[in-house]
């Protein structure tokens, strides 16, 4: 009977009383432990409360039932297809809906409905993978930005693809933790491809010469951030940069000479299928014929053989690792060494090679340089905060000095005042104020020789006397002799 009376009355009320008696009504029937026919009632009354023109009403209704796990069903999926902020309540929140619900939202939806689903906790990796199927940018960058998300590798990827060039999605999915490296890679490959682009449309780089920038950047990005990777995610690393093209003899003569041979033993590994373990010791061991079959095998170009044996000759010569100078991701020695071995074949042959090793030289020079101004950049400023802080102690010494120095004469200053006009006899010695032994001391030093036991200032003296007597013999000690016997026969003479 009470809920027939709500429903009337809300025939008739304005919506804003409307929505707040929905409100109302939904918290009573959730929370409020009504009896079976009252709660049948009203459960009927929330159905029928879906058909208020107001949005208010409804919304009211979301509010209240959005985070409830034992809301009506048929009134959350009414709901979450209703209007877009209403919608959006209850696709963020409630756990009534399941995975096939929240699909559903994301194929019907708008982008206010997918970024509310893509931010949901707990995110199931199905529904994060449809997001990243047919999601918008904003919606994608929440949902890589909810940490509990469980997206996988390949919904990645696909977000990548689709809106790799959104310079807010990809931070979003650079912070995310544990990220796999083809997922780095392909980021980096859709960042160079943007400035590649743009240093094209500003006229400052040729096609070709952003081209290759772009590609060497790209290459040097990849083998730093794999340079502490598992085996196991370089070799999936290795599989997408195939199956990409951007597994070149480029990249694996560029990680030889920077030393991450990891990488290049994953590489050739990929390419001759052979197992790693006989990759890596087939380029440890310094057989040059085994190394010859490994580069053939790999189908990479006999012109690079000579290239690729001398940078191994050198690195192990050098320790295997210890080649690389700190800071500098490529070996000037190892391309040094690749440089000479190339110099006797025929110039049409190594021009290719060489042209590529003159820019790994230039491109390590630049980086040593790097490394050296930073170096002296720091040593600078350690210099200047050592310097700034020894002019402080100094100044601080200074004026300690003078206030020790100038005690006595600034007590004697109001005295020389008292009488500008008396002057003292040559022989007398300066009155001395007495000072009554109820007025407090104003003279500092004073005050602390007043507060010293009579021991102490005893001993002070003492010390005083010692040390004026031991530097008149060490400078005694200093004059020569001949100098000391001149005196006192002058001094006996003129006494005679």
């Avoid at 879906?50 to 039932?65: I, Q």
């Avoid at 997922?183 to 743009?198: D, G, M, P």
């Avoid at 102490?456 to 002799?481: C, M, N, Y």
Wanted: charged share 25%; hydrophobic share 50%.
């Amino acid at each position: 009977m009470i809920i027939r009376q709500f429903l009337a009355w809300t025939q008739h009320s304005s919506a804003a009383r409307r929505a707040e008696a929905a409100g109302s009504l939904a918290r009573a029937y959730l929370y409020g432990g009504l009896g079976e026919e009252i709660a049948w009632e009203a459960e009927a009354a929330l159905l029928a409360l879906l058909d208020d023109p107001s949005s208010l009403v409804r919304r009211a209704l979301a509010e209240a039932c959005a985070g409830c796990a034992t809301a009506p069903r048929t009134l959350i999926v009414a709901l979450a297809g209703d209007q877009a902020d209403i919608a959006a309540l209850v696709l963020s929140r409630s756990p009534v809906l399941g995975d096939a619900d929240l699909v559903d939202g994301v194929a019907i939806g708008c982008l206010t409905v997918r970024r509310a689903i893509a931010g949901r906790a707990n995110l199931a990796a199905g529904v994060a993978g449809a997001l990243a199927e047919i999601g918008e940018a904003p919606a994608l960058v929440a949902l890589a930005r909810n940490r509990s998300a469980r997206i996988t590798t390949g919904s990645l990827m696909r977000m990548v693809e689709r809106h790799g060039d959104d310079a807010a999605l990809r931070e979003a999915i650079l912070t995310r933790p544990n990220l796999p490296l083809e997922v780095r890679q392909s980021i980096t490959t859709r960042l160079a491809e943007a400035l590649s682009a743009f240093a094209v449309s500003s006229g400052w780089l040729t096609p070709a010469r952003s081209a290759r920038a772009s590609r060497e950047a790209q290459e040097r990005a990849t083998l730093a951030f794999s340079a502490e990777a598992h085996p196991i995610d370089l070799a999936r690393l290795v599989t997408h940069l195939k199956a990409q093209g951007q597994l070149n003899a480029g990249l694996l003569l560029r990680a030889i000479l920077s030393g991450h041979m990891a990488f290049a033993e994953a590489a050739l590994a990929d390419l001759s299928g052979l197992p790693l373990r006989r990759v890596a010791g087939l380029m440890q061991e310094g057989s040059t014929a085994a190394f010859a079959a490994l580069h053939r095998k790999a189908g990479l170009s006999p012109v690079l053989l000579p290239a690729f044996g001398a940078a191994l000759s050198a690195w192990r010569e050098a320790g295997q690792g210890a080649i690389v100078s700190a800071g500098a991701s490529l070996s000037r020695l190892m391309i040094e060494r690749a440089l000479t071995a190339c110099e006797t074949m025929p110039f049409a042959e190594a021009q290719g090679v060489m042209a590529l090793l003159a820019r790994f030289e230039a491109e390590a020079a630049r980086d040593e340089a790097r490394v050296l101004a930073r170096e002296l950049a720091a040593d600078a400023a350690r210099a200047d905060a050592l310097r700034m802080e020894n002019e402080i102690l100094d100044g601080e010494w200074r004026e300690a000095q003078r206030l020790v120095t100038q005690g006595p004469v600034a007590e004697a200053a109001p005295r020389a005042e008292a009488d500008p006009i008396a002057k003292p006899a040559p022989d007398a010695q300066p009155a001395q104020a007495e000072v009554p032994d109820d007025e407090p001391r104003t003279d500092p030093v004073g005050v602390i020789l007043d507060a010293l036991p009579d021991a102490i200032l005893a001993e002070f003296q003492g010390s005083r006397e010692h040390a004026r007597k031991l530097t008149v013999e060490v400078v005694l000690d200093a004059i020569p002799e001949a100098l000391v016997a001149s005196y006192r026969a002058d001094r006996e003479r003129i006494a005679a």
